[in-house]
């Protein structure tokens, strides 16, 4: 993986006739947010390109511009350059087999998660950026694109909420950009939140509430969790989207050094979704490492493995006790 400047970036994206752009499996805001400002992009620059979510886009982000581009499917054919965003891990692209059909594609990256396995040629990974959709705010600015409403609206709400709207932070960097969105294209931080977290579902708030009384505290490990089984959100017609925010709701517990939600997806496969606080200052994402196909940020992390709600319950004590 070589670390490019953004100039030589935007020959490597010139040289190209034809992109696929791909975000991660699960796609969160930033994820979805970035994909859709890179294809607004290329639209305007007349690119031709194919932007993929292999998970789709969840209810909840189709407000953001630019979605109506995005797919769910492979392409049929090759490319000259696949741009990775937000991902990782390569797995995460969910491109395995398409990767196998044509092995010769150069990657091309844009992350801010730690360097793993990106399997990337190229690009830019910088834990140092909020969210990837600041990276490529950045790019487009040293290129000197000029960004229209609907990108500057695709890219605040990634920045916003990487950050926790600021929260997680510590570089004023993101809020200074957030600032000249504000003021060039009248962007609203409140009409932003009010689409992600203002249209929870009755069912859904009552369930949260059923998933948190069985909060509890694990002493080995010094830990908070809880846990909820697919099956449940099936009989009320919920999706784990619906469900968001539910994790953050333990992080702000004062017990523990970090909150474990654990999702049985189906019989024998689990979901675990990890956090901490700067306060707390424990690393999630090394913990969510151990278990093969987990990676993260510090404070925010997940993995997948087989098992039991049990079962995962004590790898997770056993791997957290010994530091
Ligand atoms: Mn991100």
Not at 62 to 74: A, E, V, Y
Not at 132 to 156: G, H, P, V
Request: aromatic share 10%.
């Amino acid at each position: 993986m070589r670390n490019l400047s953004f100039k030589e970036i935007e020959k490597i994206i010139k040289e190209a006739k034809k992109i696929l752009v791909a975000t991660h499996q699960g796609p969160d805001a930033d994820a979805i947010g970035s994909l859709a400002a890179l294809g607004m992009y290329f639209a305007k620059t007349k690119k031709q390109n194919y932007l993929l979510s292999i998970s789709g886009v969840p209810e909840s982000l189709k407000f953001i511009p630019g979605i109506r581009l995005i797919k769910s499917k492979h392409p049929k054919m090759p490319y000259d350059l696949i741009i990775g965003l937000d991902y990782g891990s390569e797995w995460r692209l969910g491109l395995n087999s398409y990767f196998k059909k044509y092995p010769k594609i150069p990657i091309l990256i844009f992350d801010h998660h730690p360097v793993a396995d990106q399997g990337a040629n190229f690009g830019v990974i910088d834990t140092t950026y909020s969210s990837t959709s600041e990276i490529i705010y950045d790019y487009l600015k040293t290129i000197k694109f000029k960004i229209d409403k609907n990108i500057a609206y695709a890219l605040a709400i990634g920045i916003l909420t990487d950050t926790g709207f600021f929260k997680y932070t510590v570089s004023p960097k993101p809020l200074e950009i957030l600032a000249e969105l504000m003021k060039e294209f009248k962007i609203k931080p409140v009409e932003i939140d009010n689409a992600l977290s203002g249209q929870v579902k009755f069912e859904a708030l009552k369930l949260s509430g059923k998933i948190l009384s069985r909060t509890k505290y694990k002493e080995k490990g010094n830990f908070v969790y809880s846990w909820f089984k697919r099956k449940e959100l099936n009989k009320h017609h919920l999706t784990t989207d619906d469900l968001r925010g539910l994790v953050e709701r333990l992080r702000n517990l004062k017990n523990g050094r970090f909150a474990l939600l654990i999702i049985e997806e189906r019989q024998n496969r689990i979901r675990g979704e990890l956090r901490s606080r700067p306060d707390k200052n424990y690393n999630v994402a090394k913990l969510a490492q151990k278990f093969g196909s987990g990676g993260g940020h510090k404070f925010a992390a997940g993995f997948r493995c087989k098992g039991t709600i049990d079962s995962v319950l004590k790898l997770v004590s056993k791997y957290s006790a010994k530091r």
